[in-house]
């Protein structure tokens, strides 16, 4: 499977992106009973968990975008989406989604969140 990310950019603080990811050379099953996550790396530090939504549609987030973020999922599009409201300088980083199934990661989309 291929992931494709996309959506991020430059933003001052408190504002708000939307990131989305396509998955493409994937049945829509596996698709569907895939978890799909977002992760982050910041320049300097290593990458960590941002957010993952499951096949059951549980979401689960890192303590430090909750309330701020949501993860969703589309099954008939293969996309995953995350969206970023309230954007502090300290989400600056690179974004990547991931499916779990296939440990597969997209190549990442730049997130700049200026003061």
């Known amino acids: 499977v291929q992931l494709q990310a996309s959506g991020g950019g430059s933003v001052q603080v408190g504002g708000s992106l939307r990131l989305s990811c396509t998955a493409s050379g994937v049945i829509l099953s596996v698709f569907w009973s895939d978890n799909m996550g977002w992760y982050r790396q910041a320049p300097g530090k290593e990458r960590e968990f941002v957010a993952e939504v499951t096949d059951s549609g549980a979401r689960n987030y890192a303590d430090f975008v909750k309330g701020r973020f949501t993860i969703s999922k589309d099954n008939a599009r293969r996309r995953v989406y995350l969206q970023m409201d309230g954007l502090k300088p300290e989400d600056t980083a690179v974004y990547y989604c991931?499916?779990?199934?296939?440990?597969?990661w997209g190549q990442g989309t730049l997130v700049t969140v200026s003061s």
């Open positions: 991931r499916s779990t199934v296939t440990n597969s």
